[in-house]
């Protein structure tokens, strides 16, 4: 059973992850393209079932409490994974990370679903604060968060599967901030 709300926007239905969602979740993340974006911790090539054991290890024992990751579907399509939202409470230091299947891209749909979890995050989960990070030259990424209201940080030294990445943007939103942007 699933421990965190559903949320369902004018496209998109979001869900807590599930173990069966591994398969899913694998087939459209583990392409260069998507992850070469993302932390260095992550491996690249990626190993085949590798998706299944970060949600064993890293994700299901915190799911609800520390850490909260919902999976992203078409309204239509509610069996294919086409991203995800993943949220967690230390700061190390950003506090989220997305991704989004590369079909999908520029289409507004990551926007739309970090909204719901942004309401969640500061209404229900008690967050004051959020940290985010890109790589600097993610510009997709980076745009997401000017289009939900952050305010940008710094630049710092950071490392990420794409070795052509060698520093990341740090970027806050609090709660307040959150509020008067809504309210715009
Ligand atoms: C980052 C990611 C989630 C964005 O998802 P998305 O649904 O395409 O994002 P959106 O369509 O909501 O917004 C993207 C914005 O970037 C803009 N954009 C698209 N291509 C761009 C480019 N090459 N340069 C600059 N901006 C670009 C879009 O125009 C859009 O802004 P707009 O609404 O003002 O026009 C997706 O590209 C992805 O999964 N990338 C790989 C993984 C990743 O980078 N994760 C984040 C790590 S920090």
Not at 115 to 125: C, G, I, K, T, W
Not at 142 to 168: C, S, W
Request: glycine residues 6%; hydrophobic residues 40%.
């Amino acid at each position: 059973m699933s421990q965190l709300p559903e949320f369902e926007t004018e496209r998109l239905f979001l869900r807590g992850v599930k173990l069966s969602d591994a398969e899913s979740y694998e087939k459209n993340f583990a392409h260069y393209e998507v992850i070469q974006h993302l932390s260095h911790h992550v491996p690249w090539p990626y190993p085949q079932g590798a998706v299944k054991s970060f949600l064993e290890t890293m994700v299901l024992p915190e799911l609800g409490t520390e850490r909260w990751l919902w999976v992203i579907f078409l309204k239509e399509n509610r069996n294919e994974v086409i991203g995800c939202v993943d949220l967690w409470r230390k700061g190390v230091p950003e506090n989220r990370g997305f991704w989004l299947a590369q079909d999908h891209w520029g289409k507004g749909y990551m926007t739309e679903a970090v909204n719901p979890v942004l309401e969640y995050a500061f209404n229900d989960l008690g967050f004051e604060k959020l940290v985010f990070a890109n790589a600097l030259g993610n510009a997709r990424s980076r745009r997401i968060k000017e289009k939900t209201g952050a305010t940008f940080l710094e630049t710092q030294p950071a490392r990420f599967v794409n070795p052509d990445y060698t520093e990341h943007e740090l970027w806050e939103l609090t709660k307040k901030n959150w509020m008067e942007f809504k309210s715009r």
